[in-house]
């Protein structure tokens, strides 16, 4: 998976074939902030689970309230 923040590349596991966890960290300003997320996977079944935390927060899935979809 490739993860971009803005033009920012986050996380970049193109290379990575393990299932271990991948993650990365950017600043940002309050708001909305596109986010685009890449994946490939073969002929076994996938999962993506996308989480966010705010300094010394508690980690959370990114869903509901804090997604605003824009699939062309």
Known sequence: AVLFLHEA???DDIMDQS????????????G???L???SRHGETSARLEVSWQERGGMRQPLAGENVA????
């Open 69 to 72: 979809a824009s699939i062309p």
């Open 9 to 11: 590349r986050v996380i």
């Open 32 to 34: 909305w902030h596109p």
């Open 19 to 30: 299932d271990r966890e991948q993650s990365g960290s950017i600043r940002l300003a309050a």
């Open 36 to 38: 685009r997320i890449y």
